[in-house]
């Protein structure tokens, strides 16, 4: 791949991103490269990349003790993945006590109608009486790839 080489060249910029992906899939769009090969391969490659930065990360955040700026791009530490723990709170408590059973009970709503849309027709609720109709279901479609070991 002619490309990969090509990035250690190329200044990774926002700007660049189009034509080298246009590059990466000038084959596909051409008619010479199997589309579904070519899936397969850029997943691969994407776990790839997503592997390596894994592995540099930890060290990177070692050796970055103030904002940087590296190939025009932005470096700094961010804090990500905050969660703050309410459970302190007794008014949170009071309140989530309230919620668990109601969220509970629309779960099992839940359950009921989409297994009334599954089979297409409508169920009786067998503790309340309450007919279960069918709803409209939408979806997206997409290609789900997943790499053999």
């Known amino acids: 791949?002619?490309?990969?080489?090509?990035?250690?060249?190329?200044?990774?910029?926002?700007?660049?991103?189009?034509?080298?992906?246009?590059?990466?899939?000038e084959g596909v769009a051409s008619g010479f490269?199997?589309?579904?090969?070519?899936?397969?391969k850029?997943?691969?490659l994407s776990?790839?990349?997503?592997q390596a930065k894994k592995q540099v990360k930890e060290?990177?955040?070692?050796?970055?003790?103030?904002p940087q700026e590296v190939f025009g791009a932005k470096i700094e530490l961010a804090e990500t993945g905050v969660k703050y723990d309410y459970s302190q709170s007794e008014?949170?408590?009071?309140?989530?006590a309230q919620i668990e059973?109601?969220?509970?009970?629309l779960k099992a709503i839940e359950e009921q109608i989409k297994m009334a849309t599954k089979i297409g027709k409508s169920i009786?609720?067998?503790?309340t009486g309450e007919l279960i109709s069918p709803v409209q279901k939408t979806s997206t479609a997409s290609i789900k790839i997943t790499l053999g070991k």
């Open 1 to 25: 791949m002619e490309i990969i080489k090509k990035t250690e060249t190329t200044m990774p910029v926002k700007s660049n991103i189009d034509s080298l992906a246009n590059e990466l899939t």
């Open 33 to 40: 490269v199997n589309p579904l090969e070519f899936l397969v």
């Open 42 to 44: 850029i997943e691969f």
């Open 47 to 50: 776990k790839v990349i997503e």
């Open 59 to 66: 060290l990177a955040l070692q050796n970055l003790t103030q």
């Open 91 to 96: 008014s949170w408590q009071s309140i989530k």
């Open 101 to 105: 059973p109601l969220e509970t009970e």
């Open 124 to 127: 009786v609720d067998e503790s």
